[in-house]
């Protein structure tokens, strides 16, 4: 009897911890699911494979947006239909739900299509991401046809990839009034940031890799403009990036931290807890101070 107790005590720890692991989908497995013939297009050749190091082989010059994220590896297949038609397929292994959603977020300009958990349709190019992948799938000759071709294969890849994830948490901290949600955009390091809204040639607000950041468009009765949001590890960090914020940009307004540039508009900005926050590129002043006001509100008693 005491024999099949501890049996028993031992499958259940057995399972638990074999519980605690969760399957991950690898470039590999999305692949083999994807087909190599469609409606009349056919793969050429096999997949290519990409890594941190050989990425700018594929795209010299747009590699650095993929890097400036958590990239960790790419697939890339063409498929041909008639002697003139191709469509280019690029799926991204980001690491995480958040750099996928980052890398998709940065360049949002087109309709939304239902693909993926979000989807970008223009001209010829379907961007999407799923959980830790973000898939970009291109025909540089936009037809009915190709066009159809497209968007039928981003609904395959789709299928393909079962993980899935949740955008990053410092989007949840976004005032829901006057935000225009297309316009939202996750990064991490400067230079994807100064790619949104220029800040400076330096460094001034000290990002990196562990660095959480969003920017978005407002427009209220109040005035428009952007918000900027960033997450720092620690309160001091969070410091230290105001003051290096405050000194580049508006060194006039070291105690209010609110000025009007040049150019009319007006900057405020603001740090709490582990968070720094500015309204950017602001209409009016009051559209400024409230934007501030919002996002203290929001953040007293935000741990984390």
């Given at each position: 009897m005491?024999g099949?107790?501890?049996?028993?005590?031992?499958s259940i720890?057995v399972?638990?911890?074999?519980?605690s692991?969760?399957?991950?989908?690898?470039?590999?497995?999305i692949a083999k699911?994807?087909p190599?013939e469609?409606?009349g297009?056919?793969?050429?050749?096999?997949?290519?494979?990409?890594?941190?190091?050989?990425?700018?082989?594929?795209i010299?010059?747009?590699a650095e947006?993929y890097?400036?994220?958590?990239?960790?590896?790419?697939?890339?297949?063409?498929?041909?239909k008639?002697?003139?038609m191709?469509i280019?397929?690029?799926?991204?292994?980001?690491s995480?739900?958040?750099?996928?959603?980052?890398?998709?977020?940065?360049?949002?300009?087109?309709?939304e299509v239902?693909i993926?958990?979000g989807?970008d349709?223009?001209?010829?190019l379907?961007?999407?991401?799923?959980g830790?992948f973000?898939?970009?799938?291109?025909?540089?000759?936009?037809?009915?046809?190709?066009?159809?071709?497209?968007?039928k294969?981003?609904?395959?890849?789709?299928?393909?990839?079962?993980d899935r994830?949740?955008?990053p948490?410092?989007?949840?901290?976004?005032?829901?009034?006057?935000?225009?949600?297309r316009s939202v955009?996750?990064?991490r390091?400067?230079s994807?940031?100064?790619?949104?809204?220029?800040?400076a040639?330096k460094?001034?607000l000290?990002?990196?890799?562990?660095?959480?950041?969003?920017?978005?468009?407002?427009?209220?009765k109040d005035g428009k403009?952007l918000?900027?949001i960033?997450?720092?590890?620690s309160a001091k960090d969070?410091?230290?990036?105001?003051?290096g914020?405050?000194?580049?940009?508006?060194?006039?307004a070291?105690?209010?931290?609110?000025?009007r540039?040049?150019d009319?508009r007006?900057?405020?900005?603001?740090?709490v807890?582990?968070f720094?926050f500015a309204?950017?590129?602001?209409t009016?002043?009051?559209f400024?101070?409230n934007?501030?006001?919002t996002?203290?509100g929001?953040?007293?008693?935000?741990?984390?």
């Amino acid at each position: 009897m005491k024999g099949w107790i501890m049996w028993i005590i031992y499958s259940i720890a057995v399972c638990a911890i074999m519980a605690s692991f969760s399957y991950s989908e690898t470039l590999h497995d999305i692949a083999k699911r994807i087909p190599t013939e469609f409606d009349g297009w056919r793969a050429e050749g096999d997949w290519r494979h990409y890594d941190r190091n050989t990425l700018f082989q594929h795209i010299d010059g747009g590699a650095e947006l993929y890097l400036a994220y958590r990239f960790k590896g790419a697939f890339v297949r063409r498929y041909l239909k008639g002697g003139e038609m191709g469509i280019t397929v690029d799926i991204y292994d980001m690491s995480s739900p958040e750099d996928a959603f980052g890398v998709f977020s940065v360049e949002c300009y087109g309709d939304e299509v239902g693909i993926g958990q979000g989807s970008d349709y223009i001209e010829g190019l379907l961007r999407f991401w799923k959980g830790r992948f973000f898939v970009s799938i291109l025909t540089r000759l936009e037809t009915d046809e190709s066009k159809a071709a497209v968007l039928k294969l981003g609904r395959l890849i789709d299928r393909a990839i079962s993980d899935r994830g949740e955008p990053p948490k410092i989007l949840s901290l976004l005032p829901v009034n006057g935000l225009k949600r297309r316009s939202v955009r996750f990064f991490r390091k400067h230079s994807i940031l100064n790619r949104i809204y220029f800040i400076a040639d330096k460094n001034v607000l000290r990002l990196g890799d562990e660095t959480e950041g969003v920017v978005a468009e407002y427009e209220r009765k109040d005035g428009k403009g952007l918000l900027l949001i960033v997450r720092y590890s620690s309160a001091k960090d969070a410091k230290a990036a105001l003051n290096g914020f405050i000194n580049a940009l508006i060194p006039e307004a070291k105690r209010t931290k609110i000025a009007r540039l040049e150019d009319g508009r007006w900057i405020a900005v603001e740090a709490v807890g582990q968070f720094l926050f500015a309204a950017l590129d602001a209409t009016k002043r009051g559209f400024a101070h409230n934007l501030i006001e919002t996002m203290r509100g929001i953040l007293r008693g935000v741990k984390g």
